[in-house]
Each structure stands twice: as structure tokens, then as C-alpha cells.
């Protein structure tokens, strides 16, 4: 179901006829940067949100045997910006992220909240270099393990990003945090 979402989500981005005249038409860089713009906005706001002692929140009550943390589903969804920012640009994560892994060495809420506006930044980087010539061009990881095209790579981090926001929202909210988003 994800990975039919991800295609959806990227034919529309290509097929849905722009709303204003042809020259100002939004190019397919400047549409994902859109995307992954909202989704900074969101993400960063929740994450910034959780109070540092409430970092290591993870849910008690039902079943939530072996789930991240907070700060885990916040690193776990920065890492994999950098990874799909490295995929895109066709370079290497730049901490040697892997298995959307961040290092360990990330622990405070200020480190944290760093590496996640990093990973935003990275995306802001990768996207703008996706034109129309060469976003559905193959591209695959370094050890062979990860293929797509630089399109299916920028829609999978709005995509991912949002289903980890999703879990961070009701971290807040188990918090009596109301997510920023939320607030009037």
C-alpha cells in the first residue's frame, strides 16, 4: 500500500495540469521543494514541540513493545533524508548513514533538533538538482542495494517523513502536548 502511495503521489506531482498559465508553471524541482518545504515545517514544529526530558517517551500502555523513542523516531526519520538526499545527489550520506540509522553520537534535543533541520536542508539541496530531463533516470545506491529514480527518492522522504510525524503527533499528544499544528 506504501509503495503505491509513493507512485501516486509521484504521478500526480507530474500529471496534474498546473492551475496557472504555462510560463509560470512550476518546475518539477520547484513542486518537490514545496512538498518537502511543508514537510520541514511540520516535523521540525513537532520535534521541537517535545520537551528534552520527554525525548525518551516511548508509549506503556497497550501494545508498544520495542518502539522508538521520541528522539529515535525523530533520528530514524533525519537519517533517511540524508540517505534519500545521497541517493538523489548521487553521493554518500554524509554521516555515514545507513539501514536509516543516525549515528549515535546525536543524543541532546539541541543535536537532534540540528540533524533533523540538516537532513531538511539536504533534501532542499537534492531536490533542486531533479529536472524534467532527469528525474525518472535510474539511479541506484552505491552497493546496488536501493533503486529508483531521483522522483521516487524525493516523494519517499515527504512520504516517510509524514508517517513518523504521524507517530511523533501522538507522542506529543500522550504528552498533553498539542502539536503545533493543531494549536489556533
Not at 512538498?35 to 520535534?47: G, L, Q, R, Y
Not at 517535545?50 to 533525519?78: C, D, N, W
Request: glycine content about 6%; proline content about 7%.
Amino acid at each position: 500500500m506504501k509503495i503505491f502511495c509513493s507512485i501516486l503521489f509521484g504521478l500526480l506531482l507530474v500529471l496534474i495540469p498546473p492551475v496557472a498559465p504555462a510560463q509560470t508553471r512550476p518546475t518539477a524541482s520547484q513542486t518537490l521543494d514545496f512538498w518537502i518545504t511543508n514537510t520541514e515545517k511540520e516535523v521540525v514544529s513537532a520535534a521541537d514541540a517535545m520537551p528534552e526530558e520527554k525525548y525518551s517517551f516511548t508509549p506503556t500502555a497497550g501494545e508498544f513493545i520495542g518502539v522508538r523513542t521520541f528522539a529515535e523516531q525523530v533520528k530514524h526519520l533525519s537519517a533517511a533524508n540524508y540517505q534519500l538526499a545521497a541517493l538523489i545527489l548521487g553521493e554518500n550520506p554524509p554521516h555515514g548513514e545507513h539501514d536509516e540509522a543516525a549515528p549515535d553520537s546525536i543524543k541532546s534535543k539541541a543535536q537532534i533538533m540540528d540533524y533533523v533541520k540538516g537532513s531538511f536542508a539536504a533534501l532542499h539541496r537534492a531536490v533542486a538538482t531533479i529536472s524534467e530531463g532527469n528525474m525518472l533516470k535510474p539511479v541506484t545506491a552505491s552497493a546496488g542495494s536501493q533503486q529508483g529514480n531521483r522522483l521516487h527518492f524525493a516523494v519517499d522522504a515527504v512520504a516517510h517523513s509524514y508517517d513518523h510525524y504521524g507517530q511523533m503527533v501522538e507522542y506529543l499528544r500522550m504528552n498533553g502536548i498539542v502539536p503545533p499544528a493543531s494549536r489556533k
